[in-house]
């Protein structure tokens, strides 16, 4: 962790300015008829779990550059994820993904405590093979065509779900890479089938007050079809299995121009929005941090879930799911959840009255600006203040560099050589 006065001295000298800023932004506020004190105690309030795999730097298929001071394992992971809490104050819990981070439980528990962190959802793997597994993943797990293949790919999430049970967390994400490369490879109708069949024994083996998150992608590592491939399949998916059954929506993995925020509108319309995983995307599943290329579509799937938070039995789960080839992964995790935080902000800033009226009166031009007004406002200084009163940095990236943190591990973790193809 770092050392609290590093923390105080960085905010020393921004905190004059800071306050300049959240008066004058206070006052503007004011004239919208919009109280600050409450957006910036919602800020405060507002948490986006950290996955695990993403303070590890990330890669590509064709290589991976790893940075200094490399986590070797989960509790590695946590110092850093800790860091990452300590100076933004925003991301209290943290996502596993097993087997990677399979320890026992009091052990993870302990670490956890240590870092002032819980666990949030677990993430299953079986789109790997391990090294001690029966039954390859090759061609599919959850739908294989064999059925002690699907077997163990049910025991797997089983054994996730357990091990959630015992450090706090209450949901299991399921991503699966099943699919086909080839016209003709598989059945759809079977494949699919299959699918059902075997994520039902996972449902049934769920706690009552779990929910179980399945996760679509349009493609990647199967090239010509994906048994989960998109919001339709998924929702399909969580209405058979039933009400602890919800859809995950990672930003990243739908084509192009895709309605994002309209999904996400017809998921909670009809109470089947689990969560997000938040990254943002030029081409396909980039995992590039969020907020970097389109804040705009960010904000606007905030603006649907401010626009469904009246509704207090409304709480999908909010995750980053990252991969960081360039940049050090604290550093743009941290960005990364301010800039979530900042979308959210900027959507409670909507005059939802205003906007319903100019939408029933058909006035297209006042309606758009009316939204817009809520993106065009710089809200840093409440996300700052809500960092600041809760005892992180002002500027999280400035107090990072002024610690030495990467430094100071990387003198403990081994330095990793370049390898081959990493996972993004
Ligand atoms: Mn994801």
Known sequence: MIKSDIILESNEGAATGLRA???ALGEHLDRRGIDIKVIKDKVAGYGVAIPSWGVGTGGTRFARFPGPGEPRDIFDKLDDCGVIHQLTQA?????LHIPWDAEPAADLNSKGQEV??????MNSNTFQDQPDQVHSYKF??????DAATRQQAVDHNIACIELGQKIGSQA?????????NFPGQASFTRQFERYLDATRLVYNALPDDWTLLTEHKMFEPAFYSTVVQDWGTNLLIAQQLGHKAKCLVDLGHHAPNVNIEMIVARLTQFGKLGGFHFNDSKYGDDDLDTGSIDPYRLFLVFNELVEAEADPAFKPMHMLDQSHNVTDPI???MVSATEVQRAYAQALLVDREALAGYQ?????MMATTALKQGFRTDVEPILAMARHEAGGAIDPVAAYRASGYRAAVADKRPTVSGTGGGIV
Not at 140 to 145: A, F
Request: glycine content about 10%.
């Open 140 to 145: 599919g797990s959850l739908s294989h065509t």
């Open 116 to 121: 002032g962190l819980a666990f949030d959802a």
């Open 91 to 95: 991301t209290p819990s943290v996502s």
């Open 360 to 364: 029933d009166a058909n006035d297209a």
């Open 331 to 333: 550093e743009s995790m």
């Open 172 to 180: 299991l994400t399921i991503w699966i890479g099943d699919g086909s």
């Open 21 to 23: 800023d959240y008066d």
